[in-house]
């Protein structure tokens, strides 16, 4: 039975990745190339297929007709250049106006208040980095309202831990892939806010169909406060504290990190504030409770080939590594 731990309903409130509802540039330039590109091929198909069908009605067979060859042309200058003219000059149009998007989404500067992301893909995960915001947080990324009027775009900066990925949010851009070795750059510059669902787009192995990501787009002073709240060290409450000892005792600390305790892993997700993401293993379930445990106890139940092992804790361990984890907010 396919579960879907929450994620479906959850998303039935958030609108559905849509190449043709833009939220953001440069996803705006996108689209608008791909209608001109619509126009124009449809205006070609409309041509062709109304003198071909007007063809094939207007010289049908008729009965009385005399069974000879209609008049043939050959080597008629005027018909030949026009038929090599015109589809040059419609795909030199193309070209010129798709090279044109492609110039000013790739040649767009990074201006001195943009927001620095850096994106690292690992199987299958995004970890996020605000390097000038000493903020590490994983699969949601926060960024600011972009004004069109004062643009405020996030600039990111790919990179792969592992094998190729690619970064795609429908509604915000196009594809960018994350190469080993390599950094790529893209930048959103979101108009609206919202949460707008992504996806890896680069075949990455087992789980890619369940490396989700989403870009919570938030009006400038929600996400500074949001900025505020993930640069606090971890929450350190006493009530939670066998459950952290459990945690800091068991193999976890060796992936995860929280900041200002032992935990100081790279290989997994940083969990200093995990109870401020709405899904857990990079969007295949919501960050409920119960969702929690399952994904602490065994998390092939819900991403099977994760590469987190079942740490077989005990239930009395289980319920307190998970309480220890839900006070890290
Ligand atoms: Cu990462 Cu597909």
Same mark, same amino acid.
């Given at each position: 039975?396919?579960?879907?731990?929450?994620?479906?309903?959850? #998303?039935?409130?958030?609108?559905? $990745?849509?190449?043709?509802?833009?939220?953001?540039?440069?996803?705006?330039?996108?689209?608008?190339?791909?209608?001109?590109?619509?126009?124009?091929?449809?205006?070609?198909?409309?041509?062709?297929?109304?003198?071909?069908?007007?063809?094939?009605?207007?010289?049908?067979?008729?009965?009385?007709?005399?069974?000879?060859?209609?008049? !043939?042309?050959?080597?008629? #200058?005027?018909?030949?250049?026009?038929?090599? /003219?015109?589809?040059?000059?419609?795909?030199?149009?193309?070209?010129?106006?798709?090279?044109?998007?492609?110039?000013?989404?790739?040649?767009? $500067?990074?201006?001195?208040?943009?927001? #620095?992301?850096?994106?690292?893909?690992? !199987?299958?995960?995004?970890?996020?980095?605000? $390097?000038?915001?000493?903020? /590490?947080?994983?699969?949601?990324?926060?960024?600011?309202?972009?004004?069109?009027?004062?643009?405020?775009?996030?600039?990111?900066?790919?990179?792969?831990?592992?094998?190729?990925?690619?970064?795609?949010?429908?509604?915000?851009?196009?594809?960018?892939?994350?190469?080993?070795?390599?950094?790529?750059?893209?930048?959103?510059?979101?108009?609206?806010?919202?949460?707008?669902?992504?996806?890896?787009?680069?075949?990455?192995?087992?789980?890619?169909?369940?490396?989700?990501?989403?870009?919570?787009? !938030?009006?400038?002073?929600?996400?500074?406060?949001?900025?505020?709240?993930?640069?606090?060290?971890?929450?350190?409450?006493?009530?939670?504290?066998?459950?952290?000892?459990?945690?800091?005792?068991?193999?976890?600390? #060796?992936?995860?990190?929280?900041?200002?305790?032992?935990?100081?892993?790279?290989?997994?997700?940083?969990?200093?504030?995990?109870?401020?993401?709405?899904?857990?293993?990079?969007?295949?379930?919501?960050?409920?409770?119960?969702?929690?445990?399952?994904?602490?106890?065994?998390?092939?139940?819900?991403?099977?080939?994760?590469?987190?092992?079942?740490?077989?804790?005990?239930?009395?361990?289980?319920?307190?590594?998970?309480?220890?984890?839900?006070?890290?907010?």
């Amino acid at each position: 039975m396919a579960a879907d731990w929450g994620v479906g309903a959850a #998303n039935s409130s958030l609108s559905q $990745p849509a190449v043709f509802a833009p939220a953001a540039r440069p996803a705006q330039d996108i689209e608008t190339l791909a209608w001109f590109t619509i126009a124009v091929c449809t205006g070609i198909a409309l041509i062709v297929g109304g003198l071909l069908a007007y063809s094939i009605i207007r010289f049908r067979a008729r009965p009385g007709d005399d069974g000879r060859e209609p008049p !043939q042309v050959y080597g008629s #200058n005027p018909i030949e250049f026009a038929w090599t /003219v015109v589809p040059l000059l419609i795909v030199f149009v193309l070209i010129l106006t798709t090279a044109r998007t492609i110039y000013t989404v790739q040649a767009a $500067p990074r201006p001195p208040n943009a927001v #620095n992301v850096r994106v690292i893909g690992h !199987q299958w995960w995004w970890e996020v980095r605000y $390097p000038d915001l000493n903020i /590490v947080t994983a699969n949601e990324i926060h960024v600011p309202v972009s004004d069109p009027a004062n643009p405020t775009p996030t600039f990111l900066d790919l990179e792969s831990a592992d094998v190729a990925h690619s970064f795609w949010v429908p509604q915000l851009a196009g594809k960018t892939d994350l190469i080993p070795n390599r950094k790529n750059t893209m930048w959103i510059a979101p108009h609206t806010a919202g949460t707008y669902l992504g996806q890896c787009a680069e075949f990455c192995g087992m789980e890619h169909a369940l490396m989700l990501l989403r870009v919570i787009v !938030q009006p400038r002073a929600q996400w500074e406060q949001w900025v505020a709240a993930q640069r606090k060290p971890a929450a350190h409450e006493p009530a939670a504290a066998d459950g952290r000892h459990i945690f800091e005792s068991t193999a976890c600390v #060796n992936c995860h990190t929280v900041r200002g305790s032992v935990a100081n892993g790279r290989f997994g997700p940083d969990l200093t504030h995990i109870m401020s993401r709405d899904t857990l293993g990079a969007g295949a379930a919501m960050n409920t409770p119960d969702n929690l445990k399952t994904w602490i106890r065994d998390p092939s139940l819900i991403k099977p080939g994760a590469l987190m092992p079942a740490m077989n804790l005990s239930d009395a361990e289980l319920a307190g590594v998970a309480s220890y984890l839900e006070t890290l907010r």
